[in-house]
């Protein structure tokens, strides 16, 4: 069974501050997804990756696929209120895969 | 105009009672599936289909039940409820089996 591991669940941090969410599996993933989403809302596809190794920038948010493909992260760079939400990583094997997701709150 | 758009929104029930989910994609998508997102917010699959044929049943009761009249809807009607099927339910679909998936609002069922 593939199985994502993401950590942290829960992150509390003031704005300006930086952060890394990691998703991490023992399986290999033909590309990976993180999502985000907001209270009484579905989740958003916020990028895909799909390149062992490949890096995306989305304005502060950096997100990068492992060599192997069995990992990622999305970092925040300068995280402002408007990031507050539940950030979701999604694998690609045969099917879709969910992390158990990461609930960032941002206070100003 | 909203791409999936699920009703109602919010369903608060008694054990025993059935209910039923509607969803609706105007995307043209071929592939739509139910969701459901526990109180500890994760986000398991539970049914796929494609162009209105099951693909993917996973590990739930037989007391839920898809129905897929056209490859624009999709919907979950809910037998016997019980106090642990509350949750959100989340009705998604994408143009293939593994690329984005694009969800609607959620229904938040409540059994008491």
């Known amino acids: 069974t593939q199985l994502l591991e993401q950590s942290p669940q829960f992150l509390s941090i003031q704005e300006g501050e930086n952060l890394t969410v990691y998703c991490n599996s023992s399986?290999?993933?033909?590309?990976l997804q993180w999502y985000r989403q907001e209270p009484g809302e579905g989740p958003v596809l916020l990028v895909t990756v799909v390149t062992g190794g490949e890096v995306k920038k989305l304005k502060r948010l950096t997100f990068q696929f492992g060599d192997a493909r069995k990992d990622s992260s999305l970092h925040i760079t300068a995280a402002q209120p408007g990031d507050t939400g539940l950030y979701l990583c999604?694998?690609?094997?045969?099917?879709?895969?969910f992390g158990q997701g990461t609930e960032l709150s941002v206070k100003p | 105009d909203t791409a999936v758009s699920q009703t109602p929104k919010y369903l608060v029930t008694q054990m025993g009672n059935d209910k039923s989910i509607k969803c609706e994609q105007n995307?043209?998508?071929?592939?739509m599936y139910w969701y459901k997102q526990d109180s500890k917010k994760f986000l398991k699959i539970m049914f796929s289909y494609n162009n209105k044929e099951l693909i993917i049943n996973e590990t739930v009761p037989n007391r839920f039940s898809p129905k897929s009249p056209d490859k624009a809807h999709l919907n979950l009607h809910i037998n016997s409820l019980e106090l642990g099927d509350s949750a959100v339910y989340f009705c998604?679909?994408?143009?293939?089996?593994?690329?984005?998936?694009?969800f609607g609002e959620g229904s938040r069922l409540t059994v008491l």
């Open positions: 998604a679909s994408s143009l293939r089996m593994t690329g984005e998936l694009f």
């Open positions: 999604a694998g690609v094997g045969g099917k879709l895969i």
């Open positions: 399986s290999v993933f033909s590309s």
């Open positions: 995307l043209g998508h071929d592939t």
